[in-house]
Nanobody, 125 residues
Framework: QVQLVESGGGSVPAGGALRLSCGVS????????MGWFRQTPGKEREVVAR???????TYADSVKGRFTISKDSAKLTLYLQMNALKPEDTAMYYC???????????????????WGQGTQVTVAS
Protein backbone atom coordinates (compact mmCIF):
# COMPACT_ATOMS: atom_id res chain seq x y z
CA GLN A 1 0.00 0.00 0.00
CA VAL A 2 1.48 3.31 -1.10
CA GLN A 3 1.29 6.07 1.49
CA LEU A 4 1.88 9.72 0.66
CA VAL A 5 2.61 12.57 3.07
CA GLU A 6 2.79 16.17 1.91
CA SER A 7 4.62 19.01 3.60
CA GLY A 8 5.81 22.53 2.84
CA GLY A 9 2.58 24.46 2.61
CA GLY A 10 2.10 27.82 4.26
CA SER A 11 1.17 31.46 3.80
CA VAL A 12 3.16 33.74 1.50
CA PRO A 13 2.62 37.13 -0.12
CA ALA A 14 1.87 37.37 -3.81
CA GLY A 15 5.05 36.91 -5.81
CA GLY A 16 6.52 34.61 -3.19
CA ALA A 17 7.65 31.02 -3.49
CA LEU A 18 7.09 27.71 -1.75
CA ARG A 19 8.33 24.17 -2.27
CA LEU A 20 6.00 21.33 -1.50
CA SER A 21 7.31 17.85 -0.76
CA CYS A 22 5.56 14.50 -0.85
CA GLY A 23 7.20 11.54 0.84
CA VAL A 24 6.36 8.08 -0.48
CA SER A 25 6.32 5.02 1.74
CA UNK A 26 5.10 1.46 1.40
CA UNK A 27 6.95 1.08 -1.89
CA UNK A 28 10.65 0.90 -2.68
CA UNK A 29 10.59 3.06 -5.79
CA UNK A 30 8.48 5.68 -7.52
CA UNK A 31 8.39 4.22 -11.00
CA UNK A 32 4.85 5.33 -11.53
CA UNK A 33 2.95 8.42 -12.57
CA MET A 34 2.65 10.97 -9.79
CA GLY A 35 0.92 14.30 -9.72
CA TRP A 36 0.10 17.40 -7.74
CA PHE A 37 -3.51 18.51 -7.53
CA ARG A 38 -5.25 21.38 -5.82
CA GLN A 39 -8.73 22.08 -4.58
CA THR A 40 -10.65 25.03 -3.21
CA PRO A 41 -14.01 24.80 -1.39
CA GLY A 42 -16.89 24.12 -3.73
CA LYS A 43 -14.67 23.29 -6.69
CA GLU A 44 -13.45 20.08 -8.20
CA ARG A 45 -9.93 18.89 -7.59
CA GLU A 46 -7.78 20.02 -10.52
CA VAL A 47 -4.48 18.75 -11.80
CA VAL A 48 -1.54 21.10 -11.38
CA ALA A 49 1.38 19.04 -12.64
CA ARG A 50 2.23 15.43 -13.39
CA UNK A 51 5.44 13.47 -13.81
CA UNK A 52 5.76 10.05 -15.39
CA UNK A 53 8.23 7.35 -14.41
CA UNK A 54 10.54 8.45 -17.23
CA UNK A 55 10.52 12.05 -15.99
CA UNK A 56 8.14 13.45 -18.58
CA UNK A 57 6.23 16.35 -17.09
CA THR A 58 2.98 18.13 -17.89
CA TYR A 59 1.50 21.27 -16.37
CA ALA A 60 -1.80 23.05 -16.17
CA ASP A 61 -1.77 26.18 -18.33
CA SER A 62 -2.33 28.33 -15.25
CA VAL A 63 1.00 27.31 -13.70
CA LYS A 64 3.27 26.86 -16.72
CA GLY A 65 6.48 28.79 -16.33
CA ARG A 66 5.93 29.27 -12.59
CA PHE A 67 5.71 25.76 -11.11
CA THR A 68 8.13 22.88 -11.51
CA ILE A 69 7.42 19.27 -10.61
CA SER A 70 10.35 16.97 -9.89
CA LYS A 71 11.22 13.84 -8.00
CA ASP A 72 14.13 12.33 -6.16
CA SER A 73 13.83 8.59 -6.64
CA ALA A 74 16.56 7.83 -4.12
CA LYS A 75 14.70 9.78 -1.45
CA LEU A 76 11.28 8.56 -2.61
CA THR A 77 10.12 12.16 -2.66
CA LEU A 78 8.06 14.23 -5.07
CA TYR A 79 8.42 18.01 -5.17
CA LEU A 80 6.52 21.00 -6.45
CA GLN A 81 8.50 24.24 -6.66
CA MET A 82 6.07 27.11 -6.86
CA ASN A 83 7.38 30.55 -7.85
CA ALA A 84 5.67 33.86 -8.58
CA LEU A 85 2.68 32.76 -6.55
CA LYS A 86 -0.65 34.46 -7.14
CA PRO A 87 -3.70 34.74 -4.86
CA GLU A 88 -5.55 32.41 -7.22
CA ASP A 89 -3.02 29.68 -6.36
CA THR A 90 -4.52 29.55 -2.87
CA ALA A 91 -5.81 26.00 -2.33
CA MET A 92 -5.27 22.72 -0.59
CA TYR A 93 -2.56 20.89 -2.49
CA TYR A 94 -2.47 17.12 -2.73
CA CYS A 95 0.03 14.69 -4.15
CA UNK A 96 -1.22 11.52 -5.75
CA UNK A 97 0.06 8.34 -7.35
CA UNK A 98 -1.46 6.39 -10.20
CA UNK A 99 -1.03 2.72 -11.09
CA UNK A 100 0.58 3.55 -14.42
CA UNK A 101 4.15 4.34 -15.36
CA UNK A 102 3.03 6.99 -17.83
CA UNK A 103 0.81 9.88 -16.89
CA UNK A 104 -0.60 9.66 -20.41
CA UNK A 105 -3.05 7.19 -18.89
CA UNK A 106 -3.85 9.31 -15.84
CA UNK A 107 -5.01 12.75 -16.95
CA UNK A 108 -7.63 13.35 -14.24
CA UNK A 109 -8.00 12.97 -10.48
CA UNK A 110 -10.12 9.81 -10.62
CA UNK A 111 -7.24 8.01 -12.34
CA UNK A 112 -5.14 8.23 -9.16
CA UNK A 113 -5.46 5.50 -6.55
CA UNK A 114 -3.34 6.95 -3.75
CA TRP A 115 -3.59 10.36 -2.14
CA GLY A 116 -1.90 12.33 0.59
CA GLN A 117 -3.77 14.27 3.25
CA GLY A 118 -3.06 17.63 1.64
CA THR A 119 -1.16 20.76 2.59
CA GLN A 120 -2.65 24.26 2.57
CA VAL A 121 -1.13 27.00 0.44
CA THR A 122 -2.37 30.55 1.00
CA VAL A 123 -1.19 33.46 -1.11
CA ALA A 124 -2.03 36.91 0.19
CA SER A 125 -2.72 39.72 -2.27
Amino acid sequence: QVQLVESGGGSVPAGGALRLSCGVSGYNNIRFCMGWFRQTPGKEREVVARISSDGTTTYADSVKGRFTISKDSAKLTLYLQMNALKPEDTAMYYCAAAGFSSCRYAPIATDYAYWGQGTQVTVAS
